[in-house]
């Protein structure tokens, strides 16, 4: 009986993680990432999963230090290039505080709970998972002018992390997020993303909007903007 508690707290660890990890867009949403190389990537959420009529998107769970930035595209969107670039691609200092955590809560404490070691490697996973969440907020205490951290938003993000650490590994995550721009996801994928990258997001992009002419009635005005802006994309040189 003991054994199913130890499986439902390392099941719980892992949904709080996933569930902080999710994002829910609207179907004009897009996220732009860190791909290899100092290059740039743009995803779009699963049409097969929503919630509150916003599409779910996962990033990859093990690139919790990576930032992401949440960009909207408009069929009415006629800038062609962005000036906008994104204040950073990592956050110095933050990523090994939140592999501390991650090393706390993925393998000192199953090896705590499953193992002979028992208390003494989940009393170090406390430690350790602690005093890393401890050292990632000072990072972002010292930092928060150039992460864009106002005191309000930095006691918030503390409250959320020492009250529940799975939280703490987004933490990279949470304040790129909170980094919103007006400008153009389009115009700033066009600026940002290497020619084969920009192809590859133009074509899922098609399909995006071919899924959302299926839901407006034809020769409606909305329905007719798709269109035209479907089109215009169609038309672009590669």
Not at 7 to 29: F, G, K, W
Not at 89 to 104: D, I, K, M, T
Request: net charge neutral.
């Amino acid at each position: 009986m003991w054994l199913y508690y130890e499986y439902l707290l390392m099941a719980a660890v892992v949904a709080l993680y996933v569930y902080d990890s999710a994002i829910l867009l609207h179907t004009n949403e897009a996220v732009l990432l860190p791909a290899g190389g100092g290059k740039w990537d743009v995803r779009f959420a699963s049409d097969r999963f929503s919630i509150r009529g916003k599409d779910v998107f996962i990033p990859f769970l093990f690139g919790h230090h990576q930032p992401l930035y949440r960009l909207a595209w408009a069929t009415s969107q006629a800038t062609k290039v962005s000036s906008w670039v994104p204040p950073y691609r990592s956050v110095p200092g933050l990523r090994e505080f939140q592999w501390g955590v991650a090393l706390a809560l993925f393998v000192l404490l199953p090896v705590g709970l499953f193992s002979r070691m028992g208390n003494v490697a989940i009393a170090a996973a406390v430690v350790l998972s602690y005093l890393s969440m401890i050292g990632a907020l000072s990072v972002i205490w010292f930092r928060k002018e150039h992460l864009g951290c106002s005191p309000r938003q930095f006691a918030a993000l503390a409250f959320e992390v020492l009250t529940c650490p799975p939280f703490a590994l987004n933490l990279t995550r949470h304040l790129s997020l909170a980094r919103s721009t007006g400008d153009d996801m389009i115009a700033v994928a066009r600026t940002l993303l290497a020619p084969e990258q920009w192809a590859q997001t133009r074509s899922r992009l098609l399909e995006r909007i071919e899924q959302m002419s299926a839901w407006e009635e034809q020769d409606s005005a909305e329905y007719n903007a798709l269109v035209r802006f479907r089109e215009s994309l169609l038309s672009e040189t590669p």
